[in-house]
C-alpha cells in the first residue's frame, strides 16, 4: 500500500477491524472523543483499495467532529467504513461482526447509518452492541435535516440581503431527496419560488404539482437566476466552474462536502457568495439522531435544530468582522469546542 500520504490528522484511535467467517473487513476511526462518545455512519463502499478506504473514513470523522461540535452535542466525531459492495457483500453476520468490533472498543465510538447502509443493517449490528444510533424505529432525520436548512436559510437572507422574508426570492434547489424535498416544501410555504433539478422524473413531478417549482436540467440549475443556491443532492458542487455560473448570492443546502476544495470558501467570500457552511447547516439530522440515541426528552429537540440559524448569524457576522471566509469561521468555532 501507499499509505505515506495520509494525514492521521490528530485521530485518537484507529482500528481495523476483520473477520474472515462473515468476510467483514472494516475500518473504525475515532477522531476526537473530548465532548463525548464519537459518533458518525458506517459507510459501505466498494472502495478500490484499502489505502483509499482509510482516506475516507480519516476524513469523514475528522469532519463529524466539527460537525457535531458546532452543533453543541455532547458527542465527539468519528466514522467507520466496510470494505465491499453494498450491493452484493451484505448479509446479517456481516454487521453482526461489526457489531462485536464497537463492542470491544467499549462505547468510544458509536455507529448509525450512512452511505450503503440501513436500518435493517443497523438491527444487525445492534444484535451485538448497544452502541448503535438511529435504527429508524422513531423515524427518519432527515425532516430535521430540512428543517436546519430552512431556519439557515432564514439567517443567511437576513443578513445577505436584510430581508425576513422569502417572499419573492427565487432558489435554485439540486436534489428533491428526504431532505431537498422537505426543505422546498418549507421555501414554498415561506413564499420563495422553486426552481429544481433531480435526475429523478418523479420527484420532479411532484415538484411541479405540489409547490408550483420550474424544472430545469441537472446541468443548467448553476445558471439559474437565483437568490439562493440549495445543494441538496451531492458533494464538491461548488468548484471554480460553478461559481463563474452562479448568479445567486447565497449558498444554503444539505449536501456533505459541497466545496471542491478548502480554498473555494475564500473564493466565495470575494465573489461576495455567502456560504452557509455544510457542516453547520445540515446537522439538524445528527441532532436528532444524538437525541435519540442518549434519551434526552425531545421537547428541546425542535429548539435545538432551530439554533442552527443563531450559529449560522454568528458564523457569517464573524466571517465579516474578521475578514474571513464562513468555512474558516465555522472551523475555529468548532475547535475551540472540542479542542478545550
Ligand atoms: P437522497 O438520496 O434522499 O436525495 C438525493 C436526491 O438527489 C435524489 O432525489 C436524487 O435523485 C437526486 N440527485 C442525484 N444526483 C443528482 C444530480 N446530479 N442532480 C440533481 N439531483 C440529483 O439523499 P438525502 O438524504 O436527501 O440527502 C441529500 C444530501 O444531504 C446528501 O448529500 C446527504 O449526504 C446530505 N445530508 C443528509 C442528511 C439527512 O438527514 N438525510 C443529513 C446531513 C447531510
Redesign the pocket.
Known amino acids: 500500500f501507499v499509505f505515506n500520504e495520509i494525514n492521521f490528522d490528530n485521530h485518537e484511535q484507529v482500528v481495523f477491524a476483520s473477520e474472515e467467517k462473515s468476510g467483514l473487513k472494516a475500518i473504525i476511526a475515532v477522531h476526537n472523543t473530548h465532548l463525548g462518545p464519537a459518533m458518525g455512519g458506517c459507510r459501505m463502499w466498494n472502495y478500490a483499495s484499502e489505502a483509499e478506504a482509510v482516506r475516507d473514513v480519516l476524513r469523514l470523522s475528522r469532519g463529524m467532529t466539527y460537525k457535531n461540535a458546532v452543533a453543541g452535542l455532547p458527542i465527539g466525531g468519528g466514522k467507520s467504513v466496510i470494505i465491499g459492495n453494498p450491493k452484493t457483500d451484505k448479509t446479517p453476520a456481516l454487521f453482526e461482526a461489526l457489531g462485536e468490533a464497537l463492542e470491544r472498543l467499549g462505547g468510544r465510538y458509536v455507529t448509525a447509518e450512512d ?1 450503503g447502509t440501513s436500518p435493517a443493517d443497523m438491527a444487525n449490528v445492534a444484535s451485538k452492541t448497544k452502541y448503535v444510533a438511529g435504527l429508524g424505529d422513531r423515524g ?3 425532516p ?3 428543517l436546519g436548512c430552512f431556519v439557515g436559510a432564514q439567517a443567511a437572507i437576513r443578513h445577505q440581503l436584510k430581508r425576513d422574508s422569502f417572499d419573492g426570492l427565487t432558489v435554485a434547489l ?8 422537505d426543505y422546498a416544501r418549507r421555501l414554498h410555504a415561506a413564499g420563495a419560488k422553486l426552481v429544481v ?4 422524473q418523479a ?1 420532479l413531478q411532484r415538484a411541479q404539482d405540489e409547490l408550483g417549482a420550474e424544472v430545469v436540467g ?1 446541468d443548467a ?1 448553476y445558471d439559474v437566476q437565483a437568490d439562493i443556491y440549495a ?5 464538491a458542487t461548488l468548484n471554480p466552474d460553478t461559481l463563474s455560473r452562479l448568479k445567486a448570492k447565497i449558498v444554503a ?5 459541497q466545496l471542491a476544495t478548502a480554498d473555494i470558501g475564500e473564493a466565495c467570500r470575494q465573489k461576495g457568495i455567502l456560504y452557509a457552511p ?1 457542516f453547520v447547516i ?5 441532532i ?1 439522531v444524538c437525541y435519540e440515541y442518549l434519551n434526552t426528552p425531545e421537547d428541546g429537540m425542535e429548539a435545538h435544530v432551530r439554533r442552527i440559524g443563531d450559529t449560522l448569524a454568528e458564523v457569517f457576522t464573524r466571517a465579516d468582522a474578521e475578514g474571513l471566509p464562513t468555512s474558516v469561521v465555522a472551523d475555529r468555532i468548532a475547535e475551540a469546542k472540542f479542542k478545550n
Do not use: E, R
Open positions: 452511505v427518519d432525520p432527515s430535521f435535516t430540512a439540486q436534489g428533491l431527496g428526504h431532505v431537498g424535498y433539478a433531480d435526475i429523478d420527484a441537472i440549475i445543494p441538496c443532492a451531492l458533494g443546502g444539505a449536501a456533505n462536502n455544510d445540515n446537522a439538524g439530522g445528527i436528532k
